[in-house]
């Protein structure tokens, strides 16, 4: 079976782990640091901080701002992981829920939220595909960027990230480069830099947490922070060619790039009525697809919300359908997939 998605390494990856287990460091050190330099200058960021999950860099970014009291609102998308909702839960905040657009999966109305009322708002670039970003002339909401899925994805010429208070990027074995597990805060505010190091330094007499990363993982991460641009160029050669087949056989509409950004084509998404059908043809020809986010897995759901108001998102996790684009397929059963799709009925 062709996986949806599995992690592209080799043997840099194994010398790398190598290396360092020789060297008898395997906590954080030398190369956690080296790989939050290098990480900041390919976003483009001042400051960038090294923890060992993304839930664990949303759950710092929450309390950093202040957001960590009953009471305080927190607005964030219904269509996204349940990470969110449980970094939400752990800081006692009161967790709102927005809908999205159905041509993006993105939260709508972003600029229409009370500033008055929310605290903050998490704002997930769903598989990559950005959101336009005005930051309030208000000192609140606070705005924590979800880049996830986003790392490679732009708007104009900015890395996602950037427009918001803090960015916050995920290296678990399914995103776009992978420390097996692994997260990463990104902020140009010095002072939020340097609360977030606080509070991952867990010697000092003061609340932290061992949220760190270590050695072995960011030994791993530099490895694949080289390779990205390769990752990013093989998912884009992949994405055209998809887009190809789709509008060959015109059978399928998709999730489609704005004009004034680019996407890392972290997932490749189509919509049809028919997804359950073409998911089980192409599991008959040795395909995984997958529904990216089921509509139990919806937050409203997961909260017991009532779901009229999140119609486009029950909508998309009902007609959505996921295949197959990590880096690894390029060479190696993605023509397989595109004579599938081509002899679909």
Same mark, same amino acid.
Request: with cysteine; aromatic share 10%; glycine share 6%.
């Given at each position: 079976?062709?996986?949806?998605?599995?992690?592209?390494?080799?043997?840099?990856?194994?010398?790398?782990?190598?290396?360092?287990?020789?060297?008898?460091?395997?906590?954080?050190?030398?190369?956690? !640091?080296?790989?939050?330099?290098?990480?900041?200058?390919?976003?483009?960021?001042? &400051? !960038?901080?090294?923890?060992?999950?993304?839930?664990?860099?949303?759950?710092?970014?929450?309390?950093?701002?202040?957001?960590?009291?009953?009471?305080?609102?927190?607005?964030?998308?219904?269509?996204?992981? /349940?990470?969110?909702?449980?970094?939400?839960?752990?800081?006692?905040?009161?967790?709102?829920?927005?809908?999205?657009?159905?041509?993006?999966?993105?939260?709508?109305?972003?600029?229409?939220?009370?500033?008055?009322?929310? &605290?903050? $708002?998490? $704002?997930? &670039?769903?598989?990559?595909?950005? $959101?336009?970003?005005?930051?309030?002339?208000?000192?609140?909401?606070?705005?924590?960027?979800?880049?996830?899925?986003?790392?490679?994805?732009?708007?104009?010429?900015?890395?996602?990230? *950037?427009?918001?208070?803090?960015?916050?990027?995920?290296?678990?074995?399914?995103?776009?480069?992978?420390?097996?597990?692994?997260?990463?805060?990104?902020?140009?505010?010095?002072?939020?830099?340097?609360?977030?190091?606080?509070?991952?330094?867990?010697?000092? &007499?003061?609340?932290?947490?061992?949220?760190?990363?270590?050695?072995?993982? /960011?030994?791993?991460?530099?490895?694949?922070?080289?390779? *990205?641009?390769?990752?990013?160029?093989?998912?884009?050669?992949?994405?055209?060619?998809?887009?190809?087949?789709?509008?060959?056989?015109?059978?399928?509409?998709?999730?489609?790039?704005?004009?004034?950004?680019?996407?890392?084509?972290?997932?490749?998404?189509?919509?049809?009525?028919?997804?359950?059908?073409?998911?089980?043809?192409? /599991?008959?020809?040795?395909?995984?697809?997958?529904?990216?986010?089921?509509?139990?897995?919806? *937050?409203?759901?997961?909260?017991?919300?009532?779901?009229?108001?999140?119609?486009?998102?029950?909508? $998309?996790?009902?007609?959505?359908?996921?295949?197959?684009?990590?880096?690894?397929?390029?060479?190696?059963?993605?023509?397989?997939?595109?004579?599938?799709?081509?002899?679909?009925?």
């Amino acid at each position: 079976m062709i996986p949806h998605n599995k992690p592209s390494l080799d043997n840099q990856e194994s010398e790398a782990i190598a290396e360092v287990i020789a060297s008898g460091w395997i906590a954080k050190g030398k190369k956690v !640091a080296q790989f939050e330099r290098e990480f900041a200058e390919y976003v483009g960021t001042e &400051h !960038a901080i090294a923890v060992n999950s993304g839930t664990a860099a949303l759950y710092i970014a929450l309390k950093i701002l202040g957001i960590d009291h009953q009471g305080y609102n927190i607005y964030t998308s219904t269509y996204c992981c /349940a990470a969110v909702i449980n970094a939400i839960r752990a800081t006692d905040g009161h967790c709102e829920l927005m809908d999205i657009d159905k041509s993006d999966f993105n939260i709508t109305n972003i600029d229409k939220i009370d500033h008055h009322e929310a &605290h903050a $708002v998490i $704002v997930p &670039h769903t598989f990559g595909v950005p $959101v336009e970003i005005k930051k309030s002339k208000y000192r609140r909401p606070y705005i924590i960027e979800d880049c996830s899925q986003a790392l490679g994805s732009y708007i104009d010429s900015q890395h996602v990230g *950037l427009r918001g208070d803090i960015g916050i990027f995920s290296f678990g074995p399914s995103k776009m480069i992978t420390t097996g597990s692994g997260g990463m805060l990104v902020t140009n505010n010095k002072n939020l830099a340097d609360k977030s190091r606080e509070f991952i330094d867990y010697d000092k &007499h003061i609340p932290a947490f061992n949220f760190a990363m270590n050695d072995i993982q /960011a030994a791993m991460g530099l490895v694949q922070l080289k390779k *990205l641009p390769e990752f990013l160029h093989k998912r884009e050669c992949m994405a055209r060619e998809y887009i190809k087949c789709i509008l060959d056989t015109q059978k399928y509409w998709m999730v489609q790039e704005s004009n004034f950004n680019k996407r890392n084509w972290c997932r490749f998404v189509i919509i049809d009525e028919c997804v359950q059908r073409l998911q089980r043809h192409l /599991a008959d020809n040795g395909i995984t697809a997958i529904v990216p986010i089921e509509k139990h897995e919806l *937050l409203h759901n997961t909260l017991g919300i009532d779901s009229s108001g999140y119609t486009n998102a029950e909508y $998309v996790a009902t007609h959505s359908l996921s295949l197959p684009i990590y880096p690894d397929l390029y060479n190696n059963g993605f023509k397989k997939i595109l004579d599938a799709l081509r002899c679909f009925e």
